[in-house]
């Protein structure tokens, strides 16, 4: 098998010092849609401001550079073992490069292990197989403030007065959004599971910010709840960093998952405005980067 190592340094730089230009497209209507003198207009030229300064430099876009986590279709003539190897390589030298900042420390102690590299689940790599010959690696950086934001509810909530229906998933997300209170760095983007266990509702709550921002919920029924959270949301007045305003989400995603009849879980996992994430694709001897 090849070794993908310098190729994947280079996905791991792109992500965390180039915000993609969906995201930026978005961060810049907020700012025009904001009071102009107000804080949250503050907040967002300056966020603006840094976003294509680290770009330009080639730095991290947030001191924060999170959790890298790696969603991969491989082919079957990957090694699963050795690109775990070649990932952990390339985190080890990105973090030497300061692309990535040491982020892994031990749990009881707090120890950092300086290279970014901790035990089974630091970096996280999920794997699939992909049908075809071409390998491809998206890369997540997921910040550690707004993932303190994310929230997991039970539904029936009778406090939320949330049924087991889209209306409850509606409360249930809002009420994630209110407790957050900006904090995880709003404006942000919400991840929404529906259903699974209460492992799996949250990861896929996470997989889901590997769709396209701009993209449309085949769920007709979905596709129209996604656009009323964001609304909705705006409409609490939280606005950028907690300062106040009409910009606290920028966009929601839903994905459902099968679920046992007795539980019926929302999971909400909260995207900060630097929502760090790039493709890589290889196909034979070329490697795409989007
Ligand atoms: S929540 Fe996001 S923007 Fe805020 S400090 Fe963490 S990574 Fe940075």
Redo the contacts with the bound molecule.
């Keep these: 098998m090849r070794d993908y190592t310098n190729e994947l340094l280079e996905l791991i730089r792109l992500t965390s010092t180039n915000l993609p230009k969906q995201v930026e497209d978005r961060l810049k209507a907020a700012l025009a849609n904001e009071e102009p003198g107000s804080a949250a207009q503050a907040a967002l030229e300056t966020i603006l401001k840094n976003v294509a300064m680290t770009r330009k430099n080639s730095t991290p876009?947030?001191?924060?550079?999170?959790t890298p986590i790696f969603y991969i279709h491989a082919p079957a003539f990957i090694d699963r073992d050795e690109l775990t190897r070649q990932i952990r390589t390339a985190v080890e030298l990105a973090t030497k490069q300061s692309y990535l900042r040491p982020n892994a420390v031990d749990a009881l102690t707090g120890t950092n292990t300086g290279n970014n590299l901790g035990d089974d689940f630091f970096p996280t790599i999920h794997f699939q197989t992909s049908e075809t010959d071409v390998l491809t690696i998206d890369l997540l950086?997921?910040?550690?403030?707004?993932?303190?934001v994310g929230a997991q509810y039970s539904l029936p909530d009778d406090n939320l007065k949330a049924k087991r229906d889209l209306d409850g998933v509606r409360r249930a997300a809002l009420d994630a959004v209110y407790q957050a209170q900006g904090?995880?760095?709003s404006p942000?983007f919400l991840g929404i599971a529906i259903g699974g266990d209460r492992g799996t509702s949250y990861l896929a709550s996470k997989e889901v910010f590997l769709r396209d921002p701009d993209d449309k919920n085949l769920n007709a029924d979905l596709d129209k709840l996604e656009d009323q959270i964001t609304t909705e949301a705006n409409q609490l007045g939280i606005g950028p960093m907690g300062f106040g305003g009409k910009s606290t989400v920028l966009g929601t995603k839903i994905k459902t998952a099968h679920r046992l009849p007795a539980s019926f879980f929302v999971t909400i996992s909260y995207?900060?405005?630097?929502y760090?994430r790039h493709k890589m694709i290889i196909i034979g001897a070329k490697t795409i980067y989007e």
């Design positions: 876009i947030c001191q924060d550079s999170g950086l997921k910040g550690g403030g707004c993932e303190n904090e995880g760095c942000g995207m900060c405005w630097a760090r």
